[in-house]
């Protein structure tokens, strides 16, 4: 098992900044990739980036491309989203996910094995 706990979320202005935390615990070990998803209010889940947990390489949707940044500490076993300029449509309840398959694209909810429990971020105009 993997726990997930996010952290960072809370209110900002639109154009500026918030860096999201994931703080992974117990089997780490067994984690392929992290993933940052979130959930507009009436929406489904979607996908924002993955990060490799071994090596480093991200990929991201192409709507946050330049603004989004995935990055990870495999020292302190944390993953991050820093988010800058932000718009009022970023507003959602973003996650944290750990998927523990190689073979899998990590772009889809149900391939990711664990979830955090989210941190709402609201942008106000």
């Known amino acids: 098992q993997v726990q997930l706990v996010e952290s960072g979320g809370g209110l900002v202005q639109a154009g500026g900044s918030l860096r999201l935390s994931c703080a992974a615990s117990?089997?780490?070990?067994?984690?392929?990739?992290m993933g940052w998803f979130r959930q507009l209010p009436g929406k489904e889940r979607e996908f924002l980036a993955q990060?490799?947990?071994?090596?480093?390489?991200?990929y991201y949707v192409d709507s946050v491309k330049g603004r989004f940044s995935i990055s990870k500490d495999n020292v302190k076993n944390m993953a991050y989203l820093q988010m800058n300029s932000l718009k009022p449509e970023d507003t959602a309840v973003y996650y944290c996910?750990?998927?523990?398959?190689?073979?899998?694209?990590?772009?889809?909810?149900?391939?990711?094995?664990?979830w955090g429990q989210g941190t709402q971020v609201t942008v106000s105009s």
């Open positions: 996910a750990a998927d523990s398959s190689w073979s899998t694209t990590g772009t889809a909810v149900n391939e990711y094995d664990y």
């Open positions: 117990g089997r780490t070990f067994s984690v392929y990739r």
């Open positions: 990060i490799m947990w071994s090596g480093g390489n991200t």
